[in-house]
Protein backbone atom coordinates (compact mmCIF):
# COMPACT_ATOMS: atom_id res chain seq x y z
CA UNK A 1 0.00 0.00 0.00
CA UNK A 2 1.13 3.50 -0.57
CA UNK A 3 0.86 6.21 1.90
CA UNK A 4 0.60 10.22 1.88
CA UNK A 5 0.78 12.10 4.59
CA UNK A 6 0.50 15.91 5.17
CA UNK A 7 -0.41 18.29 7.60
CA UNK A 8 2.89 19.04 9.17
CA UNK A 9 4.15 22.64 9.49
CA UNK A 10 5.39 24.85 12.19
CA UNK A 11 3.25 25.91 15.09
CA UNK A 12 3.74 27.33 18.20
CA UNK A 13 4.37 25.92 21.58
CA UNK A 14 0.93 25.15 23.01
CA UNK A 15 -0.25 24.76 19.34
CA UNK A 16 -2.19 22.61 17.29
CA UNK A 17 -1.81 20.22 14.51
CA UNK A 18 -3.44 17.32 12.50
CA UNK A 19 -1.81 14.93 10.42
CA UNK A 20 -3.17 12.90 7.75
CA UNK A 21 -2.03 9.85 6.08
CA UNK A 22 -4.48 8.72 3.04
CA UNK A 23 -3.65 5.14 1.88
CA UNK A 24 -4.01 3.94 -1.34
CA UNK A 25 -4.99 0.35 -2.29
CA UNK A 26 -7.90 -2.19 -0.49
CA UNK A 27 -5.76 -3.35 2.35
CA UNK A 28 -5.85 -0.36 4.41
CA UNK A 29 -9.38 -1.19 5.98
CA UNK A 30 -7.64 -4.94 7.40
CA UNK A 31 -4.16 -2.80 8.44
CA UNK A 32 -2.72 -1.76 11.40
CA UNK A 33 -1.33 1.94 11.42
CA UNK A 34 1.18 3.90 13.11
CA UNK A 35 2.61 7.08 13.24
CA UNK A 36 6.23 7.66 14.06
CA UNK A 37 8.71 10.59 14.21
CA UNK A 38 12.55 11.02 14.00
CA UNK A 39 13.70 14.22 15.15
CA UNK A 40 17.17 15.07 14.56
CA UNK A 41 19.74 12.65 16.04
CA UNK A 42 17.56 10.61 17.50
CA UNK A 43 16.00 7.28 16.43
CA UNK A 44 12.51 6.84 14.72
CA UNK A 45 10.07 6.21 17.48
CA UNK A 46 6.31 4.87 17.87
CA UNK A 47 3.92 7.45 19.42
CA UNK A 48 0.58 6.43 18.42
CA UNK A 49 -0.72 3.16 16.83
CA UNK A 50 -4.11 2.14 16.01
CA UNK A 51 -5.83 -1.65 15.55
CA UNK A 52 -7.74 -2.22 12.10
CA UNK A 53 -11.14 -1.91 13.79
CA UNK A 54 -9.84 1.19 15.79
CA UNK A 55 -10.61 -0.87 19.01
CA UNK A 56 -7.56 -1.04 20.71
CA UNK A 57 -5.01 2.17 20.04
CA UNK A 58 -0.88 3.05 21.63
CA UNK A 59 0.40 5.95 22.70
CA UNK A 60 3.73 6.43 23.79
CA UNK A 61 4.30 8.05 27.28
CA UNK A 62 5.56 10.96 25.93
CA UNK A 63 2.45 12.53 24.13
CA UNK A 64 -0.26 10.16 26.15
CA UNK A 65 -3.13 12.46 26.73
CA UNK A 66 -2.24 15.31 24.42
CA UNK A 67 -2.19 13.70 20.90
CA UNK A 68 -5.39 11.55 19.50
CA UNK A 69 -4.82 8.90 16.44
CA UNK A 70 -8.08 7.82 15.12
CA UNK A 71 -9.11 6.36 11.34
CA UNK A 72 -11.64 6.44 8.85
CA UNK A 73 -11.63 3.42 6.79
CA UNK A 74 -14.51 4.40 4.30
CA UNK A 75 -11.91 7.36 3.67
CA UNK A 76 -8.95 5.18 3.82
CA UNK A 77 -7.14 7.58 6.26
CA UNK A 78 -5.83 7.45 9.24
CA UNK A 79 -5.44 10.96 11.26
CA UNK A 80 -3.24 12.27 14.40
CA UNK A 81 -4.21 15.34 16.07
CA UNK A 82 -1.52 17.09 17.96
CA UNK A 83 -2.65 19.10 20.82
CA UNK A 84 -0.43 20.96 23.58
CA UNK A 85 2.53 20.76 21.27
CA UNK A 86 5.85 21.19 22.53
CA UNK A 87 9.58 22.06 20.81
CA UNK A 88 10.35 18.04 22.22
CA UNK A 89 7.36 17.27 19.26
CA UNK A 90 9.55 18.72 16.95
CA UNK A 91 10.47 15.97 14.44
CA UNK A 92 9.74 14.34 10.98
CA UNK A 93 6.53 12.53 11.43
CA UNK A 94 5.85 9.16 9.16
CA UNK A 95 2.84 7.23 9.32
CA UNK A 96 3.25 3.86 8.65
CA UNK A 97 1.24 0.15 7.57
CA UNK A 98 1.03 -3.55 8.54
CA UNK A 99 -1.82 -5.77 7.40
CA UNK A 100 -2.61 -7.39 10.40
CA UNK A 101 -6.09 -7.79 12.75
CA UNK A 102 -3.66 -8.36 15.92
CA UNK A 103 -4.14 -5.82 18.63
CA UNK A 104 -2.07 -2.67 19.66
CA UNK A 105 -0.70 -2.03 22.99
CA UNK A 106 2.14 -1.50 25.32
CA UNK A 107 4.07 -4.46 25.19
CA UNK A 108 2.74 -5.57 22.20
CA UNK A 109 5.11 -5.85 18.89
CA UNK A 110 3.83 -3.33 16.58
CA UNK A 111 5.32 -0.39 18.62
CA UNK A 112 8.72 -1.02 16.88
CA UNK A 113 9.18 -0.01 13.12
CA UNK A 114 10.47 -3.64 12.43
CA UNK A 115 7.40 -5.06 12.19
CA UNK A 116 5.48 -2.27 9.49
CA UNK A 117 5.64 -3.25 5.82
CA UNK A 118 4.72 0.19 4.15
CA UNK A 119 5.86 3.82 5.19
CA UNK A 120 4.96 7.52 3.78
CA UNK A 121 6.99 10.27 3.07
CA UNK A 122 7.24 11.87 6.01
CA UNK A 123 5.94 15.24 6.80
CA UNK A 124 7.99 17.66 9.07
CA UNK A 125 6.04 19.27 12.22
CA UNK A 126 8.28 22.05 13.75
CA UNK A 127 7.41 23.42 17.14
CA UNK A 128 8.64 27.01 18.29
CA UNK A 129 8.67 28.06 22.00
Known amino acids: VQLQASGGGLVQAGGSLRLSCVAS????????MAWFRQAPGKERDCVAA????????YYSDSVKGRFTIFRDNAKNTVYLQMNSLTPEDTAVYYCAAVETRAPVGVGTRYTSDNWYDDWGQGTLVTVSS
Open 25 to 32: GDTFSRSL
Open 50 to 57: IQWSGITT
